[in-house]
């Protein structure tokens, strides 16, 4: 028998930390084992550093006249643009005058904001619908169903062409409409069948026992379980993201002032892109980020997925 | 099966009739009257204009135009390209998809060829240094920025070794005296390839009745090789060889490209469905039976991981359209994805509707064949 005098209980918040430390040293383990997601990680804090970069070459040694992004402009190479790469400009100028690198390392903060909103509520709402749609089934369940699959019938690239043309887009409004498009589409499908799974458990039954209402179980059972998944998918359309931005501002659809994509539609529209090699400095940088990025949070989502998908797992 | 099937027709019809209804609103949304852009326009003949709007059913309140509107596509009746004036929007589609159906198609099964095999051996090999160099490879082509490779493509292979051409269908300058249309030539390809294809099934179950695998194998290959040499001999008599040479010399960086990005995907797909698969008691009752490895691993284990990868493919078929905005893009292949992007950029609303009304379609279709297919492929699923 426990001597209830001298033994003090310790608070609730220690214990739940410490449950969380020792799943997430245990998660660690595993993601560490993948190698893939790792290197995936490396990438994208790479890219943090770079984007933190900015703001401080710009305040030290760049001269923002020369060096801003959009307004930049070298005067002592005129009639030169594009300048190759230089020691003034390591990744050299673009047809305006502008440069490289301070166009890349300005454009990362945005790619990072568009691809995480966009992803953010592409999974928020992905989850709220796959568990009410599992928790309640019936007409609900069938009507967000039939909804998911009329959103999965639209070619997503070739809807959102039609959606630029009602809609002027800037960022933020580009990620709302992927990021909510996303939501309605295949991914409640996937989130569903996993609540579906959380549902049939025990510990459901004995919170309805209980007298846990609909509410509570839902926000209190059966999202934290599938938060794994949800958070896997948010990766893999983080890279989803990125690709249709780069892509739709490739093209020039989108009312941006500059972005990975715009740097190549600058390129392209000058009409530098038909000489290749010459011109490498104008397409090799901004297609190479676009490209490393999306790589990087699609390896981060697959080093993930050996976590949250017992059956892909080594042991 | 067959009620099953009749089942998912009817549900597909009601989402087919919903995804025209957001297609129709979309397009009414767009700034530009839809009922007034057409009047404008010089191609069209003031004569015509009246004929035109009465046919799209552009007059009356937006109620009208909608009811007009599904009565004309369920009644196969499209429209006209307000662009390619006075050309039916059936006749552009007829025209444009058969290109990017050839360019998908063939990249797709080039992609599956090579994705299938590595995928199911870097899944038995599963974490040794191959394993992550094929894995993390298979990502950088699956998520590799569209253009960025077409660029890379074009300037390694048409403009620094010149073994390709830079873009486009065909080269113009060689087609001006050509005795057939660019699309009969093509056509008339097409059919090549499939009646080989098919040869080449009838003589498989030909000679499968000789027992011995040596002259088994001897026959085939010999029947193979004369249908080939009968296909060539045939276009090089025609005349048209070299003009059939010049479209093919034109698709092969499309299709390079496509392949690439999907065998990526395919390789990746077969390495995560093997993993899942082996788990599995049969496979180690196969091995407990001693059976070799690579049995097990080609006869007993792939075969059953190969589902998903089928259905992945025939889902797919979506990625027709959006995947081949950018790369026809890129290559000036005039195909689908190219005609939409130029049409819904240029306000041809017929034609823009007609290809995501088409592409539709094509998707329904084969959600539809996904579903059944695993219900033949797979027996632990009965409808």
Known sequence: MMDRTTYKFEPLWKIRLRLFARSFRKNWGLFWESRIGPLGLFIILGFALFMAAHPILMSTIWDPKVYDPIMGFDPKLVGQHPAPPSWAHPLGTDPIGRDILSQLMWSTRSEFALGITAAVITVTIGTLIGSVCAYFGGLIDMFFMRLADLVMLFPFFALLIVMQSIIPMDLFKLALIMGGLGGFGAITIVLKSQALTVKVKPYIE????????????????????ILPISFLYMMFNVTSAIFSEAALSFFGLLDIRMSWGIMLNTAQDAGYLGAFGYYWWLWAPPGAAITLLCFAFYLVGRGLDEIVNPRLRKR | MLRFIAWRLAQNVIVFFLFLTVVFFLFQAMPGDYTKQFIMNPKIPPEAREALAQRLGLSGTIWNQYIHYIRNVF??????????????????????????????????????????????????????????????????????????????????????????RSGGFLSPRFWIRAPVSPQTVFLMLIATVLGLIAWWATAHLVTRRIGHPRPRKLALRTLTLLGIAAAVGGWYASGLGPYAGDIVWHMVLPLLELALISFGGTMLLMRDSMLEVVREDYITTARAKGLPDKVVRDKHAARTALLPVVTSFTLSIGFVLSGGIITETMFSWKGLGLTYLQATLSQDFPLAMGCLTFTGILVLMAHLVADVLYAVLDPRISY
């Open chain 2, 75 to 164: 009644t196969g009746n499209l429209g006209v390209s307000f662009e390619y004036y006075p050309r039916e929007v059936w006749d552009i589609i007829a025209e444009r998809l058969p290109r990017t159906a050839v360019l998908f198609f063939t990249a797709t099964l080039v992609a599956f060829s090579w994705g299938y095999p590595l995928g199911r051996y870097i899944a038995w090999k599963r974490g040794q240094v191959g394993d992550y160099v094929a894995t993390v490879t298979g990502v950088l082509f699956y998520t590799i920025f569209t253009p960025l490779l077409a660029i890379i493509l074009l300037f390694v292979f048409a403009n620094q070794l010149g073994w390709f």
């Open chain 1, 206 to 225: 004995a919170a309805k026992v209980a007298g846990g209402g609909a509410f509570h179980i839902i926000r209190n059972h059966i999202i934290p379980n």
